[in-house]
């Protein structure tokens, strides 16, 4: 019995990659210039600065997590397809 040829990785389904926009995209919401962060800060918060971008660090280390993720995926492919 034959096995089936695994699919080449795309980066873009890679959920840490989703994650990352989307905490950028709230980020972004709570800039002062766009909504502010009232808009971003979930009830009975403490009221505190720098909420916008906490949401920005969150992302960075999504990228950071879907870089590392797609990077060993893409070595595990090369792997077991004997691709160079």
């Not at 002062?32 to 979930?42: K, T």
């Not at 009975?44 to 870089?67: D, I, K, S, T």
């Amino acid at each position: 019995m034959s096995k089936k040829p695994h699919p080449k990785p795309a980066w873009w389904k890679n959920t840490y990659f989703w994650l990352a926009a989307f905490l950028f995209v709230i980020g972004v919401v709570g800039l002062p210039f766009v909504a502010g962060e009232e808009a971003i800060r979930d009830p009975g918060q403490r009221r505190e600065g720098g909420l916008a971008v906490l949401y920005f660090v969150a992302a960075a280390v999504m990228v950071v997590n879907g870089w590392i993720s797609h990077t060993l995926t893409l070595k595990h492919y090369r792997e077991e397809t004997g691709e160079e």
